[in-house]
Nanobody, 126 residues
Framework: QVQLVESGGGLVQAGGSLRLSCAAS????????MGWFRQAPGKEREFVAA????????VYADSVQGRFTISRDNAKNTVYLQMNSLKPEDTALYYC???????????????????WGQGTLVTVSS
């Protein structure tokens, strides 16, 4: 079992920044990468970014490339999502999740993730 706890969400004005954290515990050695997804009301869950625990290999959704940065602190078993230049369309519930998949092209599919956090709400006002 893996436990994931997100934090750092909140209300911010457009153009502002937030940093989300995802603290992992349990049998995280079975996971290869960590991902961030988001889901806005009435919309499907959307991939945001992912990173490997070991090598720091990263991948981003086109919609956040250049604005968001994913990073990890292995000593703290924590993954971060630094979000800059936030837009109202970034408003969503943000989730972190683990995946055992090695192939990068699978990381964008939420079905490839096995453990999920409870989510943290990000609201960007215009």
């Amino acid at each position: 079992q893996v436990q994931l706890v997100e934090s750092g969400g909140g209300l911010v004005q457009a153009g502002g920044s937030l940093r989300l954290s995802c603290a992992a515990s349990g049998r995280i050695f079975n996971s290869y990468a960590m991902g961030w997804f988001r889901q806005a009301p009435g919309k499907e869950r959307e991939f945001v970014a992912a990173i490997t625990w070991s090598g720091g290999n990263t991948v981003y959704a086109d919609s956040v490339q250049g604005r968001f940065t994913i990073s990890r602190d292995n000593a703290k078993n924590t993954v971060y999502l630094q979000m800059n230049s936030l837009k109202p369309e970034d408003t969503a519930l943000y989730y972190c999740a683990t995946t055992p998949r090695v192939l990068v092209n699978l990381w964008k599919r939420y079905q490839e993730y096995d453990y999920w956090g409870q989510g943290t709400l990000v609201t960007v006002s215009s």
